[in-house]
């Protein structure tokens, strides 16, 4: 696709269920990365991927938070018994090669929002 | 809390500079970037400036970066109605990766 896509836009769920959030990077970026914005803030570093791999997971806030990349292009953020403090917009971003100069482009986000 | 830090608000009237600030804290970034979000959409990476440099201008924007102070700068000329947004510096540090650490972000509210 032309740019980073994510899905679902928006995911309201309740305290205790799991949800997954799909990223879809620009084809043929290798890195792939998952950030955080809390209402107000600016984005947190969650995970990096080069290829398949995890290569830095030490945003990762705790256990309930797994990411996978499977074949080296779409990733999954998992998040398992959700608190109301998931809530947020967590953004996706992919690069073509490690340490590019232009660095990281933007999916749209998906936000969610646990009751 | 954040390693990198700008002011919360800035308020502009229409053709006039803007001029957006932020420090941060390690010495050891190589290189530091400006972001534009606007509402509901993704952010947009609008400049980056290593950190071997000074300056950088690209159209309207001009960069400015004080290693010494650890303070870069966004300056937008001739701001428009369409430049309101929020406003995030980051940097990308030598020993982390190639993760990136933001600011808290700026608004910029333009007046027409």
């Known amino acids: 696709g032309a740019g980073v896509s994510q899905t679902p836009s928006n995911k309201v769920t309740e305290k205790g269920k799991y949800v997954e959030l799909r990223c879809d990077p620009i084809s043929g970026h290798t890195a792939l990365y998952w950030y955080r914005q809390s209402l107000g803030q600016g984005p947190e570093f969650l995970i990096y991927f080069q290829g398949t791999g995890a290569a830095d997971d030490s945003g990762l806030p705790n256990d309930r938070f797994f990411a996978v990349r499977p074949e080296g292009s779409v990733s999954t953020l998992k998040i398992q018994r959700t608190e109301r403090g998931d809530s947020a917009v967590y953004l996706c971003a992919s690069s073509p090669q490690p340490g590019a100069v232009e660095t990281q482009y933007f999916g749209p986000g998906t936000r969610l929002l646990v009751l | 809390g954040e390693d990198v830090e700008q002011s919360l608000f800035l308020s502009v009237r229409e053709g006039d500079s803007s001029v957006i600030n932020c420090t941060y804290t390690d010495s050891s970034s190589t290189y530091l970037y400006w972001y534009k979000q606007e509402p509901g959409a993704g952010l947009q990476l609008l400049t980056y400036i290593f950190s071997n440099m000074d300056m950088k201008q690209d159209q309207r924007l001009t960069v400015l970066l004080n290693k010494k102070d650890k303070h870069l700068s966004l300056r937008i000329a001739d701001t428009q109605t369409g430049d309101s947004a929020i406003y995030f510096c980051?940097?990308?540090?030598?020993?982390?990766?190639?993760?990136?650490?933001f600011g808290g972000g700026t608004r910029l509210m333009v007046k027409p």
């Open positions: 980051a940097e990308r540090r030598n020993n982390a990766g190639n993760m990136l650490t």
